[in-house]
């Protein structure tokens, strides 16, 4: 009970400051955290563009080795992923964002 009392006095000694202490505090968390959920956002798009870009190129890929496949005359053939280059995508600039 004397520690509880003693924190009472010291409060009461220093409690304006110690609320100002925390508000400050409390407001520069909150702007992190504001600053977090925005990154967050940002991260998020950039994963669903590299999800929807990584899903073409598998397709793109798919239809190579079907093509190549249906056109293999011989059963020891190398595929030639090359077919169809109607694909407009660099993949040197892929990972310049």
């Known amino acids: 009970m004397v520690m509880y ?3 009472l006095g010291h409060y009461r000694k220093f409690g304006k400051s110690f609320l100002f202490v ?3 505090l409390n407001s520069k ?3 992190q955290n504001c600053y977090m959920m925005k990154e967050n956002e940002r991260l998020r798009k950039k994963a669903q ?3 929807q ?3 073409a190129l598998l397709s793109e890929l798919k239809q190579k080795l079907s093509k190549a496949n ?3 005359n011989a059963p020891n053939s190398i595929p030639d992923l090359n077919l169809s280059s ?3 995508h660099n ?4 990972s310049t964002n």
């Open 91 to 94: 993949p040197t600039n892929s």
């Open 5 to 7: 009392m003693g924190f």
């Open 70 to 72: 249906s056109k293999a």
């Open 86 to 88: 109607s694909s407009s």
């Open 49 to 51: 563009l590299l999800n």
């Open 29 to 31: 968390l909150y702007l």
């Open 53 to 55: 870009e990584n899903q």
């Open 22 to 24: 925390m508000e400050r």
